[in-house]
Structure formats: C-alpha cells, structure tokens
C-alpha cells in the first residue's frame, strides 16, 4: 500500500508549551485513522501542521510522496488534501449552498486569472446540492451561513471538505456538539466516504464511535505518540490508559 | 550648536507625539479598533484652551477647561459612535472613526474661521532661554516636563493603584481582569477619559508653541500617530513613547538629510513603511504562520 | 451642452471608476485601502508626463494604468504581509508618502504641478464622452467581476483568509489581482484626470480624495457595484446642487459617513434591498 501522508519528526513549541514534540508516523492510502489524546494532547495542533495552517519548528510532511514542507495550505488542499476545522469556519456571509459551491469549484479558482475567466456555476451547484443532501442539510441551502445552528455548521464543515475531491481527509472533532442522532448520521456519512476510496484521519473525544470506525488508532499525549495500531489493542495498553486517567475519557468510552 | 538646537526640538516634538499616541494605543489595546478620531479631541482640547484663555485671559484656566471637557467628548465617543459597533470587523468602527474626524475639522473651520485663532496674551510662546547658546524656548520646556510630568504619573497610577492596577490588567488579559471582577465598560470609560486628556495637553502646547489653533492641527499629528503606535507595537505604552521620541529626533535631524527629496511630514510613513516589510508584525508582534 | 455641464458629467465619469475601482479591492476583496488617491495622482502625473512629452494620448492612457498599477502592486505586496487593520495604515502612509514626495520633486514640478499638458484634441465635450465610455465600461466590468468566480473568491478572502486557503483558495495571488485591477483603473482615471485639467498639482490627491473615494464605497454598500455608482453620482452632484454642501463638504461627508455607518452598516444597498425584500413579502 502507498503512504498519502508521512510526517518525519514533525515538532512545534508554543513558548514554554511543547505542543507537538517530534511526530513520525505514516499513513496509507485507504485507511481509516483515529487521533485520539486528552484535551490539549496537540491533535489540532498536529492537524493544522499537515494543512499547512501552521509551520513547524522542525519536521517533514509529505503528501502523496511529495515534500510539501513550504507549501501554502491551498497548494497541499489541491494536491488533494481536505479538513474540517474544530471551531466551525464557514463563510458567514454567503449561504450554504455558495459555501459547497465555492468548495466545489477547485478546478476554477486555482489561480485569479483563471477565475476570471469563468462564469457559470451551474455543475458546481449540482453537485454541492448532492454534497448538501449526503450529510442531511437539504432545505437549508438558501440560508445564510451565519444563521445556521452549531450542529448544521458541523455538518457543513464536512460538506465542504467533500466538495474539494480530496484523497485525504483530517476531521478535527466531526461530533462534537450534534446530538445522539445526528452525530450517527455523521458518521454514517464519514464511513460512506471513507468507502468512495478516501483515506480518513479523525480526530474525537467520542471514543465509542472512533473505536466503532476506525481500522486504526493514533494516541498523543502531551504532543508525542504513545500507542498506535490496531484500536482495541492500542486502547489496552497501559501507557495509553495512564494518560487517560483522571480526564475521564475511559468512562466514557465504556459508557 | 545647531545640531543640539535640533535635539531640543526633537525632544520636544517627540514628547508631544508620546502625549498625543499613548490614548490611541490603549484603545488599540483595549478594543482593536484604530480610533482615528483621537485627533480631533487633539485639535479640540487645543481650541478649548485657546478660547478659554482668550476669554478668561489665564492660560492655566484654559488647561483646565480643556482636560474636562475632552475625557467626557472621548467618552461619548466611545458610547455612541464605537460601543455598537464592536461586534463588525475593525475596519467598520476606523472608517467611521474616519468620517468623524474629517467632520470635526470642518466643523472647526466653519466655527472658527479658515486661519484659526491666536492667542489673545501668550508671552509664553514668545520666552526663550540661552544655555551657552542653544535656545530653547518656553513651551518646549513645558513640553518635555508636561510629558515627564504625565508619563511618571501614568506609571504611578497603573503600578499603584487598584483603579490602575485592573487597567493595565484589562488593556493585557481581558479575561483574567474580567474573572478579578474588573468592570471592562468602566476601564474603557477611564481609557478614553485619560487618553482624551492626554491628547488635549498636547494640542494645547502645540496652540501655545505655534502660537496658533487652525482646523488642520491635528490633522498631520493624527496620521503621524497611528504610524507611532504600529512603529511601537500596538498597544504598548513603553513602545509607543519610545518611537515618539525616535520619530521626534528622526524628523528633526531628517529634514537636513531628506528634507530635500521628501516631505518632513512623510517621514514618519517612510519608518512605518520600512518597519512593516521588516517586521510586518511590529516591533513586538507574535509570530504567526 | 454648456461647458459647465461637460465638466461635471466628467469628473462625475472619473470619480465613478475611482469609486467602482476602490471597491473591487475594499469591497470585493476586503482590503481597506485609504490611499487610492495614490493611485490616482501616481496615472495623473504619468499621464502628464507621457503626454508632455509625446503628445499621444494611447500612450498618456497606457502610462497612466501602468504607473498606477505597479505601484499598486508593490502596495499589494505589503498587504500580504500585514494584518488588516495594519494595512489600512499602511495605504494612509503610501498616501501621505506620495504627496510629500511628489511636492519635492522639480521633475515633477513640486507644489507648482505640471501645467500646459498639450491637450487630447477631442475638445471638451469629446474628452467627456471618452471618459463615460470608459465609466461605462469599468463598471460593467465590475459588474463581470463580481459574478465570476474571481468576485466569489474575492468575497471568501475578504471574509476569511484561512477557510479560504482550506478550500484551495490562495489569498495571496487574489490580492495582488485585486490591488492590481483596482489601481490600474484608478491610474486610468488619473490619466483621464491630466485629459480633463491639463493642470496637475498633487494637492488633488491627498488623503482628503482617498476618505472621499472610501465615503462613496461604504455609503453606496461596501461590495454594491451599483450602490457604489449611485453614491459615486449622488456624492459629485450634491455639492453642485446645494450650495450649502458645497461650502461645508467635509462637514456634509464625513457626518453621511459617520451616520450611514451607525445606522446602516451595510450602505444604501443594504438598505434598498431589505426593502424591496419587505415590499415582496408583503
Ligand atoms: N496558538 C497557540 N498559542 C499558544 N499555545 C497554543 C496554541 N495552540 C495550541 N496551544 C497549546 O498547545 C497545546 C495543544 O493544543 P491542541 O489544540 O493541539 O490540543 P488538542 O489535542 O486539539 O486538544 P482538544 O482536545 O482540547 O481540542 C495546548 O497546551 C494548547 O494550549
Ligand atoms: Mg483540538
């Protein structure tokens, strides 16, 4: 199998904080990966670092075998990278629709003079009104963004990583606050994607949906790796059950 | 001796531009937004002091008059033009901050005349005093102790008492103060009071050093002093007085070098223009990806 | 048509595709820029000079849009690097730098300007019809602009940079298009300007011209193409129309920004469109 994402030492520092120290690990084309760690573990941090969001102290990152180190975030998203971020970031102004829509015209807005040249959007909102459909936000498409409640901006989140085609994407807390019914639904959707062939890197504190999904289960602790591999075998080791204790996170689990 | 006749005047421009930015950048600090205005509570308080005076005949009363009358213009500022509209993005509240200054000042020409007013009696303007031939005048000496006067006092208060104490604490960690029951609406009432005051000191020395209040008094000041507050880290006091200083001795020695190819008053735009492509976070700025 | 009347119709022709222009960067892409006037006066004076020189006025007008686009350009750069609220200070700077050092420059005519600009050879009332057909035509470009994917990338930078980038979207090139686009045309406008006056001084371009541009943008609805020509027209004839107006300007400017911005936010678009909005539902 061939690696879409490697990090080789990937490390940054937030003055005395040491949020991400010295990651290294792999991740093949196809797979399904869940990042788990307590609060502040340095899982976003690390998911902002592959998008690009942030530059790294040190450490490599490679997407699809490239060195993409340098790169900006647009050019890693167009060389096939997606990402949901934790707190929602949805263009308040424009409505849902011209939010999938935007997303979904990549192809168009790869360069200004490009886009200047096109006009017609009518493809692109086909397919962000399927994209809306598939994670449930049919009816909402004509509201603006800013007017929509938590839940649905979640889901609108993950229509928009959809709508870029990505190989790889990074769900930084997919869940967090949709009910019990929709946070199922999610992750209905989430899996339905992972089978079209797209890897998936999930990042939640919701470990019995992440124990359910994932074929495979990254621990962090305190920015490092402390357990990878098979879930249930990963969650019985006792490094990674120590730095769960006390943050009341096995509770939940086995809630 | 020319050269320290140009250290006296940079000084003394430089403590006037401390007196003048050190209210923008707090409410910088404070609130974000880039009070542009500031320069009208300048110009205003410079007017007041010269009306004042004129009709009373004591300068003394004009000060007076001037540093109660700006803070409750300031305050009002802050209510009725910013407080509502805080929650659009900065550049919504510095427009219309904008709008406002360019609407006092031709509210000041129409009230006071295009020439502006002089002083009635101002023998001040006119006093200089010979040390071993560097002159230094009257005004540039109130203007170097007025600011000493102001910046220890300022220190004092916000080092020493509790009303200063949770300012400080409020312009660093809004939250923190807020959770140490400091009342955020009243720290920016003191802010725009104490920055207003401040600003009008400073335009009333200008008056006295000029001998003159026209509109555009603040007007150059006014850009002058956001280009200071960026140049010394958005919402730092110490670097805000700091590049005052520098700006003040700059623009003195300046118009000897450059003064044939620029405009002394673009000086300032160089530093700042020169300082954002080195640093575009500012002197003290964080890093950001 | 008298030749009062040609002389309004022109400058109220230049200041629609100064306003038009502003907004494409200010409004379109969200880069508060209190410095057009740069621009303006950076095509007038290339203009000036090209056409002291040659005479031609293809080459005043090509002078005109290059001198304001490169320097547009290079104020582009700096908007790349700094934050918002730092670039609107920097483009008062670019604007202040600008006067001070066109004011010393003999090549450039210092306080005095450039005067004797040989003129276009279409008369008065030719010149004004070549500055509406040139109106005409930035604003119908503005209008393209802003319905192609450019103006729908253009609105997501100007909202948020980073959830731009995270739908491919490069902040960067998209504001260096928009600085470059909006200050070619306000080069083109300045060079229009040189056509019109055949007079130049740089006290046309000061700071006061770039808040004016900005009143017209924020009171016709910031990102509006049509609300900005409306308050493009409205603000160039109320003055002519009162005289009250014309004598406190400022005053008049500044109190409609002041007000405009504390009751509606959004500008006369905003507001002409919620009422057509509450006519319909009605
Ligand atoms: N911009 C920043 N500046 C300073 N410190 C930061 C910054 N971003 C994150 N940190 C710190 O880095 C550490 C890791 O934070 P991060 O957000 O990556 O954790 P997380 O694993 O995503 O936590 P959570 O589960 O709460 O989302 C924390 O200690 C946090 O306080
Ligand atoms: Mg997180």
């Given at each position: ?13 937030f ?56 790169e ?13 971020h ?44 399927e ?20 839940g ?12 870029v ?26 899996m ?44 019985a ?19 | ?58 300068i003394?009363?004009?000060?007076l ?156 000041v006014s ?15 110490r ?14 020695y ?36 | ?8 119709v ?17 409004g379109?892409c ?38 304001g ?46 005067s004797?600009?040989?003129p ?7 010149n ?27 609105r997501?930078?100007g ?39 055949q ?30 020509v ?6 160039t004839l ?15 400017f ?29």
């Open positions: 199998m061939s690696a879409v994402l490697e990090l080789d030492d990937v490390a940054i520092r003055g005395g904080v040491q949020a991400v120290g010295g990651v290294t690990r792999t991740v093949d084309a196809g797979d399904f990966v869940g990042l788990i760690g307590p609060n502040g573990a340095g899982k976003t941090t690390l998911i902002r670092i592959i998008a690009g969001l942030l530059r790294p102290d040190r450490g490599k990152v490679m997407l699809g075998g490239s060195d993409v180190t340098g900006s975030t647009s050019a890693r998203v167009r060389a096939g990278l997606a990402l949901t934790q707190i929602v970031r949805p263009f308040r102004e424009m409505t849902v629709l011209d939010n999938v829509i935007l997303a979904a015209g990549i192809g168009y807005t790869s360069g200004p003079l490009r886009a200047l040249l096109h006009v017609s959007r009518r493809r692109e909102a086909e397919r962000a009104m994209i809306l459909g598939s994670v449930g936000l049919t009816g909402t498409e004509r509201r603006l963004a800013g007017e929509l409640p938590l649905q901006l979640k889901r609108l989140e993950l229509a928009r990583a959809l709508a085609d990505p190989k790889i994407v990074l769900l930084d807390e997919p869940l967090a606050g949709l009910n019990h019914a929709e946070a199922s639904r999610q992750v209905e959707t989430i339905e994607v992972h089978r079209r062939g797209i890897t998936v890197v999930l990042v939640e504190h919701n470990l019995e949906e992440v124990m359910r999904v994932c074929r495979r289960l990254i621990v962090l602790n305190n920015g490092v790796v402390i357990g990878d591999g098979d879930p249930w075998e990963v969650m080791n006792p490094a990674v059950q120590e730095a769960y204790v006390g943050s009341g996170m096995m509770a939940h689990a086995e809630a | 001796m020319y050269y320290i006749d140009l250290a006296v005047t940079g000084v003394s421009f430089g403590c006037m531009y401390a007196m003048m930015s050190v209210g923008l950048t707090l409410v910088y600090g404070l609130l974000r937004i880039l009070h542009v205005a500031h320069a009208a509570v300048f110009a205003l308080g410079a007017y007041v002091v010269v009306l004042v005076a004129n009709a009373t005949g004591s003394a009363l004009g000060f008059a001037a540093v109660i009358v700006t803070p409750l213009f300031g305050i009002a500022i802050y209510r009725l033009l910013y407080e509502p509209l805080l929650r659009y993005r900065p550049d919504v509240p510095m427009i219309a901050s904008v709008g406002l200054l360019v609407l006092m000042q031709d509210a000041f020409r129409i009230m006071f005349g295009e020439q502006g007013v002089t002083f009635r009696q101002n023998a001040l303007s006119f006093t200089t005093f010979d040390f071993h031939g560097v002159t230094i005048s009257a005004v540039q000496i109130a203007l170097i102790v007025t600011a000493a006067v102001v910046f220890a006092g300022l220190h004092l208060f916000t080092t020493r008492t509790r009303t200063g104490l949770g300012w400080r604490a409020t312009v660093s960690r809004p939250k923190i103060a807020a959770s140490f029951g400091v009342d955020p609406v009243k720290v920016r009432y003191l802010n725009f009071a104490i920055g207003s005051a401040l600003a009008a000191v400073a335009g009333g020395l200008v008056a006295l050093l000029n001998n003159l209040v026209d509109p555009s008094i603040g007007f150059v850009y002058k002093a956001l280009a200071i507050i960026v140049l010394g880290g958005l919402g730092s006091v670097g805000t007085l700091v590049a005052s200083l520098v700006l003040g001795l700059v623009e003195a300046g118009t000897i070098f450059i003064g044939a190819w620029l405009d002394r008053d673009a000086i300032a735009f160089l530093a700042l223009i020169v300082l954002l492509m080195i640093r575009p976070q500012g002197f003290t700025g964080a890093r950001t990806a | 048509m008298s030749a009062y009347t040609i002389s309004i022109s400058i109220i022709g230049i200041n629609v595709i100064l306003a038009v222009s502003l907004n494409m960067i200010s379109f969200g880069q508060i820029s209190l410095g057009h006037g740069a621009f303006f006066g950076a095509g007038a004076y290339a203009a000036a000079l090209a056409m002291v020189a040659t005479a031609s006025v293809p080459l005043a007008l090509l002078a005109g849009v290059v001198a686009s490169v320097l547009g350009i290079l104020v582009g750069f700096a908007s790349l690097r700094v934050r918002s609220d730092f670039l609107a200070v920097s483009t008062i700077g670019v604007n202040f730098l600008f006067v001070g050092f066109v004011r010393k420059q003999s090549w450039l005519g210092g306080e005095m300007g450039i004797g600009i040989p276009t050879g279409f008369g008065a009332s030719g004004m019809i070549m500055i509406l057909l040139l109106a005409c035509a930035t604003v119908v470009f503005s209008l393209y602009v802003s319905r192609s994917w450019m103006g729908f990338a253009f997501a930078v909202e948020d940079e980073q959830a731009a980038a995270t739908l491919g979207i490069g902040a960067g090139a998209y504001k260096l298009a928009a600085f470059g686009i909006g200050t070619a045309l306000a080069g083109l406008a300045g060079a229009l300007y040189a056509f019109f006056t007079f130049i001084t740089v006290d046309a371009f000061d700071f006061i011209l770039s808040v004016m541009l900005m009143a017209m943008v924020v009171i016709g609805g910031i990102g509006s193409t049509w609300g900005v409306a308050a493009a027209v409205g603000l109320l003055p002519e129309a009162i005289r009250f107006v014309n004598d406190y300007r400022l005053l008049v500044g109190g409609m920004l002041v007000l405009v911005i504390r009751l509606a936010p959004g500008g006369l678009a905003a507001l002409v469109h919620n009422l057509f909005a509450r006519t319909r539902k009605a």
